[in-house]
């Protein structure tokens, strides 16, 4: 990964990094919640420098230990009661503005595709529309929270249409890589995701803005409230 322009490393960085503090904000800044990221993200530092996740042959895919963990944790999370409480703590304002991170993420997979490091269908100029999420984000933010003039239902349908624009680029993405059941992009396969740092993508910023997803559409059900 050395003969990338270290910017992009750096702006992914810094998304990664953004990416965490919005969440900690939004769940009123809880001590555990920095504390569970800052040991996810230091762990997965050390496992990926030791290029464990670049061997793509074996079965299941070394992969699942990079996101398995996080997706348990979410699930978790929502079957239990003490789960649903710390759920209900989340600041909905925040998890909304939290989905400016994805105009970052976009920029930088542009950039690695054109460094050879994923495939076109994975842009924006391919089969990846999840820009339109972070670049709406704000505009929901101020239409809901600042002016509002839109209710719960607008929020459940934009929620609701960003999940699958997020589910539609991870499903591409995943099965863009080059594990034995790779269907997508064989001349120019997902390698990025394999090393430092942008593994932290898979493992932090799409679990973090999964779940804020999640949140939101929990709330719409349980309170009466935005």
């Given at each position: 990964?050395?003969?990338?322009?270290?910017?992009?490393?750096?702006?992914?960085?810094?998304?990664?990094?953004?990416?965490?503090?919005?969440?900690?904000?939004?769940?009123?800044?809880?001590?555990?919640?920095?504390?569970?990221?800052?040991?996810?993200?230091?762990?997965?530092?050390?496992?990926?420098?030791?290029?464990?996740?670049?061997?793509?042959?074996?079965?299941?895919?070394?992969?699942?230990?990079?996101?398995?963990?996080?997706?348990?944790?979410?699930?978790?999370?929502?079957?239990?009661?003490?789960?649903?409480?710390?759920?209900?703590?989340?600041?909905?304002?925040?998890?909304?503005?939290?989905?400016?991170?994805?105009?970052?993420?976009?920029?930088?997979?542009?950039?690695?595709?054109?460094?050879?490091?994923?495939?076109?269908?994975?842009?924006?100029?391919?089969?990846?529309?999840?820009?339109?999420?972070?670049?709406?984000?704000?505009?929901?933010?101020?239409?809901?929270?600042?002016?509002?003039?839109?209710?719960?239902?607008?929020?459940?349908?934009?929620?609701?249409?960003?999940?699958?624009?997020?589910?539609?680029?991870?499903?591409?993405?995943?099965f863009s890589a080059p594990f034995p059941f790779q269907k997508f992009?064989?001349?120019?396969?997902?390698?990025?995701?394999?090393?430092?740092?942008?593994?932290?993508?898979?493992?932090?910023?799409?679990?973090?803005?999964?779940?804020?997803?999640?949140?939101?559409?929990?709330?719409?059900?349980?309170?009466?409230?935005?």
């Open positions: 990964m050395e003969h990338l322009p270290f910017y992009i490393s750096i702006v992914f960085g810094f998304t990664t990094l953004l990416t965490v503090l919005l969440f900690y904000v939004a769940s009123n800044k809880s001590g555990t919640v920095m504390a569970v990221c800052a040991i996810w993200l230091a762990l997965q530092v050390v496992i990926s420098r030791s290029f464990f996740y670049t061997d793509t042959q074996s079965m299941p895919p070394r992969f699942i230990f990079l996101v398995g963990p996080p997706l348990l944790m979410i699930l978790f999370l929502f079957i239990t009661s003490k789960g649903q409480q710390f759920l209900d703590r989340f600041n909905p304002e925040v998890l909304n503005l939290l989905h400016i991170v994805r105009i970052p993420v976009e920029l930088v997979l542009y950039w690695l595709c054109l460094e050879k490091m994923v495939p076109q269908l994975m842009t924006f100029e391919g089969q990846n529309f999840d820009i339109l999420s972070g670049i709406s984000a704000p505009i929901i933010y101020y239409l809901a929270y600042i002016k509002k003039s839109i209710g719960k239902n607008a929020l459940l349908i934009w929620n609701i249409v960003c999940l699958l624009l997020l589910l539609n680029i991870v499903f591409t993405a995943v992009a064989f001349d120019q396969p997902n390698i990025a995701v394999l090393y430092f740092p942008y593994v932290w993508l898979p493992c932090t910023i799409v679990p973090l803005v999964l779940l804020s997803h999640l949140i939101s559409i929990r709330r719409y059900f349980t309170q009466t409230s935005l």
